[in-house]
């Protein structure tokens, strides 16, 4: 009986409220209809008023809404790069009276059912997010228009927020009368929209990484970005996510799934790439996947990124894709920011970093929209330099082919890696253990004795692998039932499951990043910067080689015209070559080997793989790790000693350089020192040592951790030395007794470890007495006098130790 009455009333309101609107409101009355840009959202710029119009239609409508930063901050270390990719959220356009709400919808919570109360249940359950709130300054006959001059001209990257997360400046703020719309990237087609504007942020107390690379400081003007994109129409069909399969991916939880299963569900992320004639066989394609690689890559790395880049091609002619998988360069006159293409950006910063591949993907099913890969460039330049200090090439000529060669190649395999994480794959960091069957490993170039010549022939790998062709079938093969259709659900499923069944019987294993990254993980066979089956055995190979590269090392390395102070940025890598693989060795010690098997997998029907590594082996390991702890392996020989010398006039050492205690001449104790931590840290990673401690108490047969430090004991403490050999070991020991005390006085040692250290420490403690007894030498006293004044049973900021400089990435 009500309801008459409510529905005149909502009229009644509705007509006041488009009453409230002009037709043609006073705000753009200088507007001509000629003006408007028509597109996905109609876009209208005053340029007398730097006033900004969105034409919105189709209300209710959702959309992917994408943010980026088209230029950067030039810090590596903030993080704030050209190209960078922010959020993707999808969203949608509301009204209600004279506002224009524009609301962030939650995907990570769904009902996918036809049951519509069902999927309102879940909408009604979890909050979404308005995003902005613009005023309807014209009314239309299907559409509204909107100012979004404030919201084109907000922080909508967050850079205030993040230099002041990273201690980078304070109270960072948006200038308006320093903010504009930038016509030059602002424009509308058929199935997105682009708004850039420069903004300034205006602030105080600029960090060192800012005053680095910003001309004035306090001013930070960058240019920021906001795409409106079309969803892809209905005809993508999602991939399920298997363990093994190798891609990142979409994850939801849905809560219109039966309650024994799984409420969490995955779709891999993958491009879109359908055959005109489906199935199996070989076919032209509807629309290819196209990389475009920046133009302003200098030659030869440009060459060299588009023959890695084009690598992928072998995985999709195989499937049968014709010319479905291409790169060419991106035209001059071409936006790389906008979502219609998939880029390869070459990016500068004022020191090395990282390499992305980034994506923007369909939250609702985890199709890849765009691609965009950002390429470091300085990364070529460690390369050569790493080249430079292990092959000496300079002494007889000034060629340095053999260097470009190994740059070159590297570059290759660095644009295949990232753009393999755009196709939708992940890290497989136990590639590196069979051969070169995979790019989305991280490879260290292999570098081999000639005589007593340090060479590198086949420095890195050539193509993509086999475990990337298998992966590449998992995300993009079609598979035909027998009616020649395409199979979907269940039978899909059990076709990929049958691919990933077909990689292990290969011996194709995969690995990713949370075993892998961590110093502490457990997995045998995944590292970062590792080659060979045996982690161990390539160590020692390691140490050869550099051994060979340490006493060739000296004029052959420099070029005529450099100053002999450069010789310290060149020696750094050469002396800590060691590093990567010394860390995957580690690995062995209280180490597992394990997969991602399912219940019912061959090999995992009954029970998982999980076996502890051979004992033996990790009594290896333990030895040749401790190696690296001796007078002789981190002494520079008295050749290599003479050439040190401090910078030439107007240079400087930067963070590629050995920070030590000598002031401006070369620390011969700090470069060994930071060496020696470095394995100490590998081998007393309390990660590790719990493990052993747990293997050991299984097994008795494995080694202990009191094992460990009766070795650490007899093969680094227990020595006699003299000379710098007596300093440096002098230097050493101090490191083993701080981080044994480090163990015993943090909080997140369990006391199971702890009593381990304080028997180990016991031990120490009478050594030292007995040696005072015959000697009463100042140093022994003053490590006596640490040991006795540890507390178990307090907890203490941790004793500082050296770090090397930077290693990753190469």
Known sequence: MQRPVFHFVLLALISLACLSINPLSAATTSLKSDQLQPGFFGLLLDRSSGKLYLQVSNLDAEFIYQ?????????????????????????????????????????????????????????????????WGFEIVEQGTNSVLVDATEFALQDIHGVGRILQQQQQGKGYKVDPARSAVDPSRTASFPDNTEIQSLITLVGSEPGQYVRDTVPEPTAISLKMRHSFV???????????????????????MDYAQPINEPITQRYIGRHRLQKVNPGPGKSPVREPIVYYLDPGVPEPVRSALLDGARWWQAAFDELGFENGYQVKMLPADADPMDVRYNVIQWVHRATRGWSYGSSVADPRTGEIIKGHVTLGSLRVRQDYLLAQGMMAPFAESEDDSALMALALARIRQLSAHEVGHTLGLLHNFAASTYGRESVMDYPHPVFELDGDRVVAPNAYGVGIGEWDKAAIAYGYQEFAADSGALMRGEAE???????????????????????????????????????????????????????????????????????????????????????????????????????????????????????????????????TILESLTPSF??????????????????????????GQTGVSFDFVALASKSAQHSLAMLLHPERLMRLQQQHAINPSMPSVSELGQEIHRRVINLSTSGLDATVHESVVDLVYTNYLNLLHSADVPVTLKSALISIIDNEIKYLKAKLKRNNDPVLRYQLARLEAADPASTRPSLAVPTMPPGSPI
Not at 88 to 101: D, I, Y
Not at 646 to 658: D, F, V, W
């Open 67 to 131: 943010t980026s930063l088209p230029n950067g901050l030039g810090s590596n270390d903030v993080g704030l790069d050209r190209g960078q990719l922010s959020d993707t959220r999808l969203v949608k356009f509301e009204r209600f009276g004279n506002k224009l709400l524009l609301r962030q919808l939650p995907t990570r919570y769904r009902a996918h059912t036809n049951n519509m109360m069902e999927v309102a249940s879940i909408e009604e359950a979890f909050a979404s997010s308005v995003l």
């Open 634 to 659: 981190l002494t520079l020989p008295a050749s290599v000693r003479g050439l040190m010398v401090p910078k030439a006039a107007e240079y400087a050492r930067s963070r590629e350089s050995i920070s």
């Open 493 to 623: 499923v059990n076709a990929l499951e049958a691919l990933l069944v077909a990689t292990d019987n290969r011996g194709l294993v995969y690995i990713n990043d949370q075993d892998a990254r961590s110093p502490g993980s457990p997995h045998v066979r995944a590292s970062l910067w590792d080659n060979g089956a045996d982690p161990v055995a390539e160590l020692a190979r390691m140490y050869q080689v550099r051994r060979q590269a340490l006493l060739r090392f000296g004029a052959a390395n420099l070029k005529v015209g450099s100053p002999w102070s450069d010789l310290e940025e060149i020696l750094v890598p050469v002396f800590y070559s060691h590093r990567y693989q010394l860390t995957a060795a580690a690995k062995a010690i209280g180490g597992w080997d394990y997969d991602y098997a399912r219940k019912g997998d061959p090999g995992a029907i009954d029970q998982p793989k999980l076996v502890a590594v051979d004992a033996t082996q990790q009594r290896l390991a333990m030895q």
């Open 230 to 252: 079309r969803l892809p129409d209905d005809g993508y069909q999602p991939r399920a996510y298997l363990p093994k399969s190798g891609y990142w991916t979409t994850q939801f």
